[in-house]
């Protein structure tokens, strides 16, 4: 079967720990004689992230092995997700879309929201659109239409069309590894896997 990207990877076992490094491009300089700063924010916003597998025996591994061995290093591209994230925390109903095309920024105007809801997104829930994968900032409520503005990280890469539909379960980013390596560890009889990614932009 010809490898097609992006690549699922294995569901089992689960990571055993997943460091979510988000950073942020900005450029910042100081005065020698006042210290007073200028800063500036540049419009990159970059997930990282890292992930260690808990050991494993052989028939557990070697699908994980050949996902890694699938990718070529970083030139194939995977989907994954926050393991700890997958469910939100705020009422999340209804059937959340975009609501107005050619949107960009760090603002997304969303509608189809059960309507009137405290809390539909809480701060810290996900929300995915197309293979963007975002982080809500603050608390969101539904109005009486089933609109709600949601303020997100990181910043809208390509704005979606109008009515794109909007995931809030089991959401996923685009990724590839950041290195050509596909490393594991045998301490027979178990193997251990980490590796580290970055989104694929």
Not at 32 to 48: E, M, R, S
Not at 134 to 144: I, K, P, T
Not at 161 to 176: D, Q
């Amino acid at each position: 079967m010809t490898i097609s990207y992006p690549l699922t990877p294995p569901n089992n076992p689960a990571p055993q720990t997943v460091a979510i490094r988000p950073s942020a491009v900005t450029g910042i300089s100081a005065s020698p004689y006042t210290g007073q700063q200028q800063v500036y924010q540049h419009q990159a916003q970059i997930w990282n992230m890292d992930v260690r597998l808990p050991p494993m025996k052989r028939e557990q591994v070697e699908p994980w092995i050949a996902f890694l061995l699938s990718l070529h290093g970083r030139y194939g591209t995977f989907y994954y997700g926050d393991p700890s994230g997958r469910i939100p925390r705020g009422v999340a109903t209804g059937t959340p879309l975009v609501n107005g095309a050619s949107q960009t920024g760090q603002i997304l105007i969303t509608d189809g929201w059960t309507s009137g809801i405290t809390g539909i997104l809480k701060a810290g829930d996900y929300v995915q659109f197309g293979t963007e994968l975002h982080r809500v900032l603050a608390d969101v409520n539904s109005d009486g239409g089933g609109n709600a503005t949601i303020d997100i990280w990181p910043r809208i890469r390509v704005s979606p069309a109008n009515n794109a539909s909007i995931i809030i379960r089991n959401t996923v980013g685009l990724w590839r590894m950041t290195s050509d390596e596909s490393a594991y560890e045998v301490t027979n009889p178990f193997y251990v896997i980490q590796f580290s990614c970055v989104e694929a932009l």
